[in-house]
């Protein structure tokens, strides 16, 4: 680490206009060294002022600093110059979350999605940032008194939560004569868990995250929210896997919430 | 209440084991002669003596059937019904070979037997204590030895 | 049927990810045919799937959506997907985790093709 930083410090140093001066401030960040990293990048940014990345970078050194509210300014700057900067659209996003503003945070990573759909901490974080959004409102719901899943799309009918005997503990499941079958299917549901768990162990794939179902009228997707509860989705095939996946997430999420208060 | 009795305390664990995790209704361990030595799901000492008389025959009119073929012998035998399905099969142990009938129903499957009885042989291979010397069996003995084990397994 | 179905089988080991694939028989978890990779223990995969979809059979049949045809259990570590191809028949997958689940259903939807 020393030697790149004096390699890239000799870099700067044999031509000051170049944009050495980013992998420096890069480098010196990342060794901790936060008062030279600053020096370096308001340098850089006295030849760069037009340079998105060297206000990304400046931003990231101020929240290493503990200086917030700077940080937010130098990433505003980065995206006044390039509007679908990733990595200010991250840093925003990241402070957006820290101040709970979910939504806000959700619109910045979404936008950075978009501009790099295979950036993984942008998958990561826009993850994050989902669940907790889902768990805060999950929050609010329990502390109004209402149902686990009360708000969630097809709650009347297509979402159950059980425990691992088979027992319900919340939700509904109607089939498609509006006839009552939870119970039935929560049975049947709890050994198709236990199944899954065997299968898995003994094939060696470790603990299995999702269970999904593609029947002729519709899908079902089965996970375990928690050790000891397992949440069953039912959709009308019509309704896109990906989507039964990301609404299964959000309920995963809001069971948990459940569960957790129940303790 | 655990519904498998043993004659010897090495059986129960692999057996339970296995029992556990294939599904299966009834099982019954017995000597090629047809001494039980344990079994799973049996009320009725009738049962398991009629059970334990017929595997014990038919595995031996198979194992001649074989032989007159001169095709090695039957590894296993399987019936399935629509209720039920049947599994017989002979297998080697420290302590002989032995015989394992099992009776499975719609909640298990000829796959999911095959697959953890080669799981109870290993078992009960790891399980089984060094074999006693033998002694020539008398009929007496063998009525008296009868009588004693069904007497294990449903006490 | 056999040489086709082999075949068929073959392509479905090519999807990047899949380590073995097998025909079986619903109700009996027995393997018909199956292309695996060294480590897969075909007469396991082939039961634990059968005995898998027959459970989840009687939940999908009472929440009235008919019987499955295509199931995808993710687990950490890899992958199970099973399509039922015929009356009783199915086939299955067992797959490193991250693998295309699109691609390898296709395939599966072609080798299926096959059976029948």
Known sequence: MADDIRSLT????????????????????SAGRLDAA????????ERHRGNADAHDLH????????????????????????????????????????????DTALDRLETALSEDPSDPSVVQALQAVREEGARLEAEIRLRAGADIFAGFEGADHGLLLLNERGLVLGGALRDPADDDVAEEVAGYVAGAAREA??????????????????AADGHLHVSLPTPDTVLLVKRERAVPPGRVGLLARRAATAARVWVEAQR | MSRTRVVEPWLAGPLEHFVSESGARLTLILTPAGQVLAQHGF?????????????????????????????????????????????????ASPRGPLLALVVYGYESSIGLVQLFFEELVTDLAAAAPAAPPRAPVLAADFERELNESLATLFR | ?????????????????VRGVLLVGLDDGL????????????????????????????????????????????????????????????????????????????????AGAEVR
Do not use: Y
């Open chain 1, 10 to 29: 000799a870099n700067l140093a044999h031509d000051p206009d170049s944009l050495a001066f980013l992998q420096l401030g890069e480098a010196l960040r």
């Open chain 1, 38 to 45: 600053v020096r370096v990048v308001q340098t850089g940014l």
């Open chain 1, 59 to 102: 931003a990231r050194i101020l929240v290493d600093a503990g200086n917030i509210a700077a940080a937010a300014d130098a990433w505003g700057r980065a995206l006044a110059l390039a509007p679908r900067h990733v990595g200010a659209l991250k840093g925003l996003a990241f402070l957006a979350f820290q101040e709970g503003d979910i």
């Open chain 1, 197 to 214: 768990t065997r299968a898995a162990r003994l094939l060696e794939l470790g603990d299995w995250r999702s269970l999904v179902v593609e």
């Open chain 2, 43 to 91: 009320t009725r000492a009738v049962d398991v003596m009629s059970a334990a008389a017929l595997a014990s025959g038919i595995a031996a009119s198979t194992g001649e059937l074989a032989r007159l073929l001169e095709g090695g012998a039957f590894r296993a035998l399987s019936h399935e019904s629509q209720r039920h399905g049947v599994f017989l099969s002979r297998f």
């Open chain 3, 1 to 17: 049927m056999t040489e086709r179905l082999h075949e068929a089988l073959d392509r479905v080991t090519r999807v990047r990810g």
């Open chain 3, 31 to 110: 393997v018909v045919a199956d292309a695996v990779m060294e480590g897969v223990r075909a007469n396991a995969v082939a039961a634990l799937a059968a005995s898998l979809v027959q459970r989840l059979a009687r939940a999908t049949a009472t929440s009235g959506i008919g019987q499955p045809g295509f199931l995808h259990l993710e687990a950490e570590r890899g992958a199970l997907l099973t399509l039922a191809v015929r009356e009783r028949l199915m086939l299955v997958t067992v797959a490193e985790p991250g693998v295309n689940v699109g691609l390898v259903r296709l395939e599966l939807l072609r």
